[in-house]
């Protein structure tokens, strides 16, 4: 594992769904789903000129994305991964004793040539470093996979501060709400130690950012 690997990492995922919320119970029940690089959302994920890395070695890894606690700030962050804000941000404390692959991210515009397979999955452009991504490479069996232990799940609260939430917005959200109350339930039935905490948007876009 990288040395730079904070102590704590947060995964963003949607709730709007009935699906969505299916997909946070497997992630508390199972691990964090673990993909191949061409199920990235970058278009250049794992492509640069110069490095002659045979596909299928590329393919032998799976990798799942998380972000430092700087991203909990990002608008951009929430908004691309937590569908706008209706969603979570999953905190994991990170377990230290057991050497999980995990890697800083580097983002660069300068693409070196004849980097090492690993290094070529955790490099990217400039574009994504709102990020602030971490990424666990594996190439064990299976999908799911964890790299510590659930502590909270940070809620969205999306329009929450405007006058006319209660009154026109809040009914609009009804769906994201009513997962927000399953889940919250389906944790305290069967993962008490999890904490749930409603988000404060006013905090994110700089305007009360911590690292």
Known sequence: MDR????????????????????????????????????????????????????????????????????????????????????????????????????????????????????????KSTSWKYEDEYRLLTTKQGNEHSIGKITKIYIGTPYKSLQNYEKDIKIKLCSFINNVEKLKEFCKENYPQIEIEYFDFNNVGGKNEKS
């Open 4 to 123: 730079n690997v904070p102590d704590k990492l947060y995964k963003f995922k949607s709730l709007n769904s009935e699906f969505d919320l299916g997909r946070i119970k497997d992630i508390i029940k199972k691990g964090f789903w673990c993909s191949k690089f061409l199920e990235f959302n970058d278009m250049n994920e794992g492509v640069y000129i110069g490095n002659h890395i045979p596909f299928n070695e590329k393919e032998n890894y799976k990798i799942c994305s998380f972000s430092a606690r700087k991203a909990l700030y990002s608008e951009l962050v929430w908004g691309h991964y937590a569908n706008g804000g209706k969603g979570v941000a999953i905190e994991i404390q990170v377990d230290n004793e057991k050497k999980y692959d995990i890697y800083t991210v580097t983002y660069t515009d300068n693409f070196q040539e004849n980097l090492n397979i690993k290094k070529i999955l955790t490099t």
